[in-house]
C-alpha cells in the first residue's frame, strides 16, 4: 500500500477517520462525505502523480 | 414533538453471530443500541424468501395478501422473466400511507422497489446500486431508480463502483488476499461487489437525512445475507468438509462483514440524533455453528436453506424501554408499530400486531378496517414501467449467482413455467404460514395436477393432507413417492413416521423413527422430538424426556422441543421446570398457543394468578377458540382474582366456541350407567356405541359402550361424532372430555358395596378371579377419589351440567326419577318413555350388598 496522507474526518463521537487516496470502510461507512473526500483526495493523488509537482492535498473536514 | 423514525433493514442479522462480536468490543455501536434500548428475536416467515419478507415488513401482511412471491416473475405479454419489481405489490406500503398523511418520507433500497414510488420525499430503488456496466463505460444508472427523477444525477455520483475499491477496502475482510489467483477464484470481487453496494445505500440514505427535512427514513442493506451466503461456509469453527487452504482465506469475512455494518450503523445513529427512534431489523437469521447445512439442495430458492428462523429487532430512541428484552415479535409487527408510532390508525386486515412492549408508555392504538380501502391521491402508483433488457438480464445474473435463482432457462416458455410453479409453490407455503391451510391445499394440487413429475409438490401437499387430518389422501401421496423413487427414502420414512403418528400408531412410528436414526441428518430434521412424542403418547416421560435432552444438545434453539420439556414437567407437577422451558418456547416462537396456556396452567398451580391469567389470555390470542383456556380464566377470576366482570365476557365467548351438545351418562362400572343408556334409547336418544361388546347374563339388554371412549386422553376427535347423541363414559374418563360441547352428565351414584358385590358377581360369571376381593376398602377409597374428580372438575366447568341419579331411586322409584332426568334433558324425552326399560329385576344384588353392610 502507499502511504498517502491525509485528511482526517472526525466524528461527532470524537472518532478519526483518515483520508487517503486508498479508501477504508470507516470512510465508506460515513456515507456521502466521506466518499466524496476520499474520491477528491484520490483524485488529488493521481493528478500528484501525473504533474509531480503538485504539492500534497490538505486536510478536509467533516461539515456534519 | 415530532415523532421521528429511521428504520434500517440488515437482511439475514443474526444475534448467534452478533454476540460473540460484541463481547470482543468489535460492534461497539449495536452495543450502545442493545443497552440504550429495547432488543429481541424477530421472527421470520415461510418461506424466508427475502422479497417476500421485506415486503411483509412493509405492509404488515402475509403475502398471499401482499402479492410477491418471489424473485422473478414472467413479464406481461409472457415472453420473458423480470426481476420483482415495485409494481407487483398488492397493497399499501408504510411509506405510502405516511405520505399520504404528509409525514415527510424517505426509502433506500428497499427489495423490492423498484421502479423507485413516489412518495412525500425520496425514494432509491433496490437497483440502484447495482454495478450493471463497467466502471470506465460510465456506468450509467438504469431509469426508475430515483423519485423524483430530476435527482437522478445527484444520487447517481453518489455511487460506489466495486472497481473503485483497494486493498484497504478488502483486507480486513481477506487479511491474505494476496495469495489469491483472481483469475481462477473471483471472491475477491463478489466481497468488493457487496462493500460496494453496501457502500452506495449508505451514501444516499446520509446524504438524504443530511440534507432533507424527514420524519420516517428507512434504508435496507442486502449485505450481511450476500457475504454469508459467499461465505458462512468459512466462518469459524473450521467444518470437516471446508478445505484448510480455503478456511485460512476467508474465515475472516463474516465477522469483517458484522464490523463493517457496525460502522454503518454508527454513522446512521450519529446522524439520527436522540430526537430519532431507530428500529434496526433483520428478516431472518443465518446459521453460523454447526447447523450450517453441509450442501444447498438444488432447487429454485435453496440457498434459504442456510437461514435461520429468528432474525433481530434493537430499538431506541424516546419512549422506547432501556435495556429490555421484548419476546414474540415477528416480522409482521413492524407497520403496525410505526403506524402506532405516528398515531396512525393500524389496518384490521393487516396481520401483526403492535409492539407494545417496548414501549415505556404502550401505544394508543386506533384501527381501521383497511387501508386499501382508502382512495390516496397526493402521489401516484407507477404502472406500465418497462424495464430495459439489459438491465433485466444483469439483475437475473446477480440472483442466479447468490443461489436464490436457478440459471433461467434457453427455453423461455419453460422458463416462464418455473417461475410461476415457484412463485405458486411459495403463495402455497404462504398460505400454508398464515393458517390458511384449505388454501395451501388448493394451489398444490393445482400445482401437482399440472406438474405430476416434480416430487416436492406431492411430498408437500402429502404433508399438507397430514395436517388436515386427511391420512388416507396423505398416505396415497407418499405410497406414489414411495413406489416411483421419487423422493429421499429417507425423508418419506420421516413422513411415514408423522403419518403413523397421525393415525395414532405411536408405537409404530417409534420403531420407523428408531430405524432411521442413524441415516437422518438429526438437526435439520429433528427426530429426537418426534421420538419423543411417541414416547410422550404412549406414556413414556422419562424416555420422552431423555430424547428432548438430546434434541436439546443438538439444537437448542427448537422451540418446540422445549414446549414438549415444559408439557412433560407440568404433568409430572414439576412447575418451576415447566415454566422455565416454556418461556424459553415462547421467546423462541411467541405465537403459539399451547406455550402459553400450558405456561398459563403451570403458574396458576404456583398460585400466581394474575400472570396465569396473562398467559391463559396470550393463548386465547392465538387461538381464541381454546375453550379449556378460556374456562380456567373463568375460574381464575371468579374465584382468585375477583374479576367478575372478566369471568362473564369469557363466560360468554366460551359458550359461542360451544359446537354443539353431548349427553354422558357416567358413573362406576356396575352404577347403573347401562341401565341409564337403555332408558334414554327407549326414550328416543340416538346412542353412540359400536356394539362391539354384546349383551350378556350381566348387563342382558346391552352395553351401550364404543370403544373410542377408552382413548379419550390421547384422542378426542371422536367427540364430534357423539354430538346430539348419548354416549357413556366412565367417571375416570370425564375431567378428559373436550370444552367445546356442552355437556349434560347424568352421572348415576350407587351405594359402593352394592358395586363392589356387582362386580364380584360378573367377575365369577365370567370365570375371573377378583383379585380385589380381599380389600374391598382400599377399591372403595379408590373408586371414590376418581368419582369425586370427576364430580369437582364437572361443577367448574361453564360447559357442563350434572345431575346425580340414585341406581336405587331408579328402581325404587322410576317415575320420580325419570320425570328428573326428562326435566334436565329439557324435556326432549317423556317420562313415560324412559321408565319403559326399567328391570327391578336387575337389582338383584341388593342382598347381597345388605349381606356386605353387616360385616
Redesign the interface.
Not at chain 2, 473503485?164 to 477496502?169: D, I, R, S
Not at chain 2, 449508505?202 to 446524504?207: G, I, P
Given at each position: 500500500m502507499r502511504n498517502t496522507r491525509k485528511g482526517v474526518l472526525k466524528a461527532k463521537s470524537g472518532e478519526t477517520i483518515n483520508v487517503t487516496a486508498e479508501g477504508s470502510l470507516g470512510l465508506l461507512a460515513y456515507g456521502d462525505i466521506g466518499i466524496q473526500l476520499w474520491r477528491k483526495e484520490r483524485q488529488a493523488h493521481h493528478a500528484s502523480l501525473n504533474s509531480n509537482t503538485t504539492p500534497p492535498s490538505t486536510s478536509k473536514t467533516p461539515t456534519s | 414533538m415530532k415523532k421521528k423514525m429511521m428504520l434500517i433493514g440488515w437482511d439475514a442479522a443474526d444475534w448467534k453471530i452478533i454476540n460473540p462480536l460484541i463481547e470482543q468490543g468489535y460492534m461497539p455501536n449495536l452495543e450502545k443500541l442493545i443497552n440504550g434500548g429495547t432488543i429481541g428475536n424477530l421472527a421470520t416467515m415461510d418461506p424466508a424468501y427475502s422479497p417476500m419478507l421485506w415486503t411483509s415488513i412493509a405492509t404488515g401482511k402475509h403475502p398471499y395478501k401482499h402479492g410477491i412471491h418471489g424473485f422473478l416473475q414472467p413479464s406481461e405479454d409472457r415472453k420473458s422473466i423480470k426481476p420483482i419489481l415495485s409494481t407487483s405489490r398488492k397493497v399499501k406500503a408504510i411509506w405510502q400511507i405516511l405520505s399520504e398523511h404528509d409525514y415527510k418520507c424517505h426509502a433506500v433500497g428497499w427489495w423490492p422497489s423498484h421502479p423507485a414510488e413516489e412518495m412525500n420525499g425520496i425514494s432509491i430503488s433496490n437497483f440502484y446500486q447495482k454495478d450493471n456496466g463497467l466502471l470506465a463505460d460510465g456506468w450509467k444508472m438504469m431509469s426508475g431508480c430515483v423519485h423524483p427523477d430530476s435527482e437522478e444525477d445527484r444520487f447517481a455520483a453518489?455511487r460506489?463502483h466495486p472497481e473503485?475499491?483497494?486493498?484497504?477496502?478488502i483486507l480486513?475482510f481477506i487479511p491474505s488476499a494476496e495469495k489469491i489467483d483472481q483469475t481462477k477464484d473471483t471472491r475477491i470481487y463478489s466481497v468488493a461487489q457487496v462493500?460496494a453496494h453496501?457502500?452506495s445505500i449508505?451514501?444516499?440514505?446520509?446524504?438524504i437525512i443530511?440534507t432533507e427535512e424527514w420524519d420516517f427514513a428507512a434504508a435496507y442493506f442486502d449485505s450481511i445475507d450476500h457475504y454469508c451466503h459467499g461465505f458462512m461456509k468459512y466462518h469459524p469453527p473450521k467444518q470437516d468438509h471446508i478445505a484448510q487452504n480455503a478456511f485460512d482465506l476467508y474465515n475472516g469475512v463474516v465477522t469483517a462483514a458484522y464490523r463493517?455494518h457496525d460502522?454503518?450503523l454508527?454513522?446512521l445513529m450519529?446522524?439520527a440524533g436522540k430526537e430519532t427512534t431507530i428500529i434496526l431489523i433483520s428478516d431472518h437469521g443465518f446459521q453460523p455453528d454447526h447447523l450450517r447445512p453441509k450442501y444447498i439442495p438444488e432447487e429454485p430458492g435453496g440457498a434459504a436453506y442456510e437461514h435461520s428462523p429468528y432474525g433481530i429487532i434493537g430499538m431506541m430512541g424516546p419512549g422506547i424501554k432501556k435495556d429490555h428484552l421484548i419476546y414474540g415479535a415477528g416480522l409482521l409487527d413492524i407497520c403496525p408499530t410505526i403506524l402506532a408510532h405516528f398515531g396512525l390508525s393500524v389496518g384490521k386486515d393487516m396481520d401483526g400486531k403492535t409492539l407494545d412492549d417496548a414501549y415505556v408508555k404502550p401505544l394508543n392504538t386506533n384501527y381501521i378496517d383497511s387501508w386499501e380501502a382508502i382512495l390516496f391521491n397526493k402521489f401516484k402508483s407507477h404502472s406500465n414501467y418497462e424495464m430495459d433488457k439489459d438491465n433485466e438480464s444483469a439483475m437475473i445474473e446477480q440472483l442466479v449467482a447468490l443461489g436464490y435463482v436457478n440459471d433461467i432457462s434457453k427455453d423461455f416458455t419453460k422458463a416462464i413455467k418455473d417461475t410461476e410453479n415457484f412463485n405458486n409453490y411459495n403463495l402455497a407455503k404462504s398460505y400454508l404460514f398464515g393458517g390458511k391451510l384449505d388454501e395451501a391445499i388448493s394451489v398444490l394440487e393445482k400445482l401437482l395436477r399440472e406438474n405430476p413429475h416434480i416430487p416436492r409438490y406431492r411430498f408437500h401437499l402429502a404433508s399438507c393432507y397430514q395436517t388436515k387430518g386427511k391420512l388416507k389422501e396423505s398416505r396415497a401421496l407418499v405410497n406414489q413417492l414411495k413406489e416411483k423413487e421419487y423422493y429421499n427414502p429417507i425423508a418419506l420414512d420421516m413422513m411415514e413416521a408423522t403419518l403413523l403418528m397421525g393415525e395414532k400408531k405411536y408405537k409404530e412410528a417409534l420403531k420407523l423413527l428408531k430405524s432411521i436414526e442413524d441415516k437422518v441428518d438429526k438437526t435439520q430434521s429433528h427426530i429426537f422430538t418426534k421420538i419423543a412424542k411417541c414416547y410422550l403418547s404412549t406414556g413414556f416421560r422419562d424416555k420422552a424426556e431423555e430424547a428432548l435432552k438430546k434434541e436439546m444438545e443438538l439444537d437448542y434453539e427448537y422451540a418446540p422441543m422445549h414446549l414438549m420439556y415444559g408439557i412433560i414437567h407440568y404433568q409430572k407437577g414439576n412447575h418451576d421446570i415447566a415454566i422455565e422451558a416454556l418461556l424459553t418456547s415462547i421467546g423462541m416462537e411467541y405465537n403459539h398457543a399451547a406455550a402459553h396456556r400450558f405456561l398459563g396452567l403451570a403458574l396458576f398451580n404456583k398460585g400466581a394468578y394474575q400472570v396465569a391469567a396473562d398467559s391463559l389470555e396470550m393463548s386465547l390470542r392465538f387461538n381464541p377458540k381454546n375453550n379449556l383456556a378460556r374456562a380456567k380464566l373463568i375460574e381464575i377470576y371468579k374465584t382468585h382474582l375477583d374479576q367478575p366482570n372478566k369471568a362473564a365476557l369469557h363466560s360468554q365467548n366460551f359458550h359461542q366456541n360451544i359446537k354443539g351438545e353431548v349427553i354422558i351418562v357416567s358413573g362406576l362400572p356396575r352404577s347403573g350407567t347401562s341401565m341409564m343408556m337403555q332408558m334414554l334409547d327407549h326414550a328416543g336418544i340416538e346412542i353412540y356405541t359400536d356394539k362391539v361388546r354384546e349383551a350378556d347374563s350381566n348387563n342382558p339388554k346391552g352395553y351401550y359402550e364404543h370403544n373410542n371412549v377408552k382413548s379419550l386422553r390421547r384422542n378426542k376427535r371422536w367427540v364430534a361424532e357423539s354430538m346430539d347423541k348419548a354416549v357413556k363414559v366412565i367417571s375416570n374418563f370425564i375431567p378428559h372430555l373436550p370444552l367445546v360441547y356442552n355437556y349434560k352428565i347424568i352421572f348415576m351414584e350407587r351405594d359402593l358395596n352394592e358395586i363392589l358385590a356387582s362386580q364380584r358377581k360378573m367377575l365369577q360369571k365370567l370365570g375371573a378371579k377378583d383379585r380385589h376381593e380381599e380389600y374391598p376398602l382400599q377399591v372403595m377409597t379408590s373408586f371414590k377419589r376418581g368419582q369425586d374428580k370427576a364430580k369437582q372438575w364437572a361443577s367448574k366447568q361453564p360447559n357442563v351440567e350434572m345431575i346425580e341419579v340414585s341406581y336405587s331411586d331408579v328402581i325404587n322409584n322410576p317415575f320420580g326419577e325419570a320425570l328428573r332426568i326428562s326435566e334436565f334433558l329439557d324435556q326432549r324425552v317423556t317420562p313415560e318413555d324412559l321408565i319403559k326399560p326399567i328391570d327391578a329385576n336387575l337389582y338383584r344384588q341388593r342382598k347381597e350388598v345388605s349381606r356386605l353392610n353387616t360385616l
Open positions: - | 453518489l460506489v473503485e475499491l483497494t486493498g484497504q477496502h480486513p462493500t453496501a457502500a449508505q451514501a444516499a440514505f446520509t446524504n443530511r463493517y460502522m454503518l454508527g454513522r450519529e446522524l
